[in-house]
């Protein structure tokens, strides 16, 4: 159900009482030993609830006799301002790998646990159960919403619902990698991440593996361990780094090609076997670059582009002369916008 629809249902629970309390009796009238028992009481009962679901329909009958879930749902739908994250930027060969503590990159959600609720990298507050998070501590955790590899969809469809099922977050894990709040270098926050995450107990909160290599070969051949796995690729934490906000080499990622993101500024017909669909998406960089992304739509897609002024993620290979990519591949529709606005 949308919030705007939670809003008004709830807004109708006092009207709704209102009807019952002046189809009831009042306390000073008395009633006859005939509205007291058998069929007559059983009428005035019928009739009753059957005012209240043509006042209220069936759905917000429901929530006006559950509405501590009601109004959980309609506190979730609300945004918050975007956390200030530690971003990665791309590792680059000649870095000294022995400065890195190393681990999965995992193909997920960013989620940011702020001490009461979670929030996604754009500010949404990402309405998961309340079971989920019970427990949780005041420390804000950093972490990624992840329900495996391969599974990057299932995280974002559940991590964008309203009310997603129990079924879904189910097979949602919060892998923990940072401790935003904590002082001292990522060497130093490492154990206590660990003892927080431990302190938690919940199989589905997970602490990210860590650790170290000695060499880029041997870091080259983690990589394609990952990769080979279905996992997407490594990301490095510089040992003797604070947790500061922004992009820079104190975290990077590592994959086996290049990724970037771009706005939906316009498509482009379709012919042959997507005659009358999309043929491409129309994308510009943030550098105000512009070019056509048709490789790795699928049919879905094709049919349903992404609106304009959306963000996508595409993949690619190296760069042109021009400065356009290489092999560019659509990879996923951004769940949220990056904070930067494309050049005019």
């Not at 009207?15 to 006859?32: C, E, G, N, R």
């Not at 007559?40 to 759905?59: E, F, N, P, Y």
């Not at 000294?96 to 754009?122: A, C, T």
Request: net charge positive; glycine share 10%.
């Amino acid at each position: 159900m949308e919030p705007d629809r939670i809003r008004n249902t709830v807004d109708r629970r006092p009207q709704a009482l209102a009807v019952i309390m002046q189809a009831s009796p009042q306390q000073d009238q008395p009633m006859t030993t005939q509205a007291h028992t058998g069929p007559a009481l059983h009428s005035r009962l019928q009739a009753l609830i059957c005012g209240l679901a043509r006042c209220l329909g069936a759905a917000a009958l429901a929530l006006l006799f559950a509405q501590p879930m009601g109004t959980w749902a309609a506190e979730q739908a609300a945004n918050a301002p975007p956390p200030a994250l530690m971003l990665a930027q791309v590792w680059h060969a000649g870095l000294n790998v022995k400065d890195y503590w190393v681990s999965e990159k995992y193909d997920g959600v960013r989620g940011y646990w702020d001490g009461r609720r979670l929030i996604s990298r754009g500010g949404q507050v990402i309405a998961a159960p309340p079971w989920f998070t019970a427990g949780w501590p005041a420390t804000p955790l950093d972490g990624e919403l992840w329900a495996g590899r391969g599974a990057f969809a299932h995280a974002q469809s559940t991590t964008r619902q309203v009310q997603a099922g129990d079924a879904a977050w189910r097979r949602m894990r919060f892998m923990v990698f940072d401790l935003p709040a904590a002082p001292g270098s990522f060497d130093q926050r490492l154990p206590r991440l660990r003892s927080v995450v431990a302190a938690i107990g919940q199989d589905w909160v997970q602490a990210v593996p860590q650790w170290r290599v000695a060499s880029e070969v041997e870091l080259q051949r983690q990589l394609a361990k990952v990769v080979a796995a279905g996992g997407e690729g490594l990301v490095l934490h510089r040992a003797d780094a604070a947790y500061r906000a922004g992009r820079s080499g104190d975290l990077l990622k590592l994959k086996p090609y290049d990724d970037a993101e771009g706005q939906v500024v316009g498509y482009k017909s379709g012919k042959g076997q997507w005659q009358g669909q999309t043929g491409a998406l129309l994308l510009q960089t943030r550098e105000g670059l512009r070019f056509a992304l048709g490789a790795g739509l699928t049919a879905e897609l094709r049919r349903h582009p992404p609106p304009l002024g959306s963000w996508v993620t595409y993949r690619y290979q190296g760069l042109h002369d021009s400065g356009l990519p290489r092999f560019a591949r659509f990879l996923r529709v951004r769940e949220n916008s990056p904070a930067y606005q494309v050049q005019q």
